[in-house]
């Protein structure tokens, strides 16, 4: 059984800022990342949290990402967006791109969003949740159409990413309708998990290098492939968000390849009155809970349940990190000289959690 090592909220997001300024990273930059990260693990979903930051550090370290890099407006007209990454950590570009989207929504009531060149951008949930506390829907897609790992239906092998898609709608509390999920059966980050606790995969998730099945997530990283959820349909929405892509203005005629990312932020008020809606909103949702659960089950949950009540309980009791990444992490922090103890906890750690 794999070791597990817990953290508070304010203690890793400390660490993992401090790892991020030792390999210079702007303070800002390294807060907005690291706050992007450390909520993933709150809310649940471990495969976008911590366990991603080896990886950051390995490829900022060896050119791969631009650790001081600021997105950059390219275009800006009639609520069009188009952002260039500059190669810089993708959480940071992503987060400015929907700030941005928030705001010119709320003027011109929609706005769209197209940006490229940048990393991993995390759980898109984030940026969608954002938009729904701001009183908008928001709409994220990421897709990636050559150079990945998951296979379109009725293919043993692809070029395609998980090509995740997700949506936010505000519901007047502070638990907002959020659709968060990989166009891929499970994204990749799950594996990540699954194979740094030693476990194996449920069937009908992943091809071998071969195209055969396998429950073994080493073979994924052995040059397997993921396999799309819901069979053609699935596979139609990843195909999907790589079309979105192509807004940005990057897709290659001749190797026949779209990639990038696309936002789009709608407010409630252009087309009805925020307060009404939000309350139509939670009445409707309240309504489905309140159905008759199977016996599996034992609730019917809808979006964004399951992240609230991951948050309050990891709040209060902390989250585990696997003993494999763990070790990186302390790998990382000695070759780096990083302080990793309590003492590098701020007020504004504690405050920025509600701690």
């Keep these: 059984m ?15 800022r401090e790892l991020f300024r030792a390999v210079e990273t702007p303070e800002h930059i390294a807060d907005c990342v690291s706050e992007i990260l450390v909520k993933s693990n709150l809310a649940g979903h471990d495969s976008h949290g911590i366990l991603r930051l080896p990886a950051y550090l390995e490829s900022i370290q060896a050119g791969g990402i631009c650790p001081a890099a600021e997105p950059e407006i390219m275009e800006r007209s009639n609520s069009v967006l188009k952002i ?13 791109a929907m700030d941005l989207a928030i705001q010119e929504a709320q003027t011109n009531r929609l706005c769209f969003v197209t940006f490229d060149r940048i990393s991993h951008i995390g759980r898109l949930g984030e940026y969608a949740e954002a938009a729904a506390l701001a009183g908008c829907i ?24 998980t090509n995740p898609i997700a949506v936010g709608v505000p519901t007047g509390d502070e638990i ?5 999920f990989a166009t891929s059966i499970v994204a990749e980050g799950k594996l990540q998990v699954a194979k740094s606790k030693g476990q194996p995969l449920p069937e009908g998730l992943i091809l071998d290098r071969n195209g055969t099945p396998t429950t073994d997530p080493n073979d994924f990283y052995d040059g397997g492939f993921l396999l799309p959820f819901g069979l053609h349909k ?7 968000t790589c079309l ?12 026949g390849i779209m990639r990038g990312a696309f936002m789009q932020v709608m407010k409630v008020d252009a087309f009805t009155p925020l307060g009404p809606y939000q309350n139509g909103v939670r009445a409707f949702l309240d ?36 003993g494999p990444i ?14 990793t103890s309590d003492r590098i906890v701020t007020k504004a750690d504690g405050d920025r959690y509600r701690i």
């Design 287 to 322: 309504t489905i809970k309140a159905l008759p659960a199977s016996a599996e089950s034992g609730e019917v949950l809808v979006p964004g349940d399951f992240e609230h009540r991951s948050r309050n309980q990891r709040l209060a009791e902390g989250f585990d990190i696997p």
């Design 234 to 240: 699935g596979s139609a929405l990843a195909l999907l």
């Design 244 to 255: 979105l892509s192509g807004l940005a203005g990057y897709p290659d005629m001749a190797s």
């Design 2 to 16: 794999v070791v597990q090592h817990r953290y508070t909220a304010p203690r890793m997001h400390a660490i993992s």
């Design 326 to 339: 763990h070790q990186q992490i302390t790998d990382w922090s000695e070759k780096l000289s990083v302080d």
């Design 176 to 180: 907002p309708f959020v659709l968060d």
């Design 138 to 161: 928001g709409i994220i897609t990421v897709g990636v159409g050559s150079g990945g790992r998951a296979a379109p239906y009725g293919g043993s092998a692809g070029p395609l990413g």
């Design 84 to 96: 260039d990454g500059h190669g810089g950590l993708g959480h940071h570009t992503a987060a400015f």
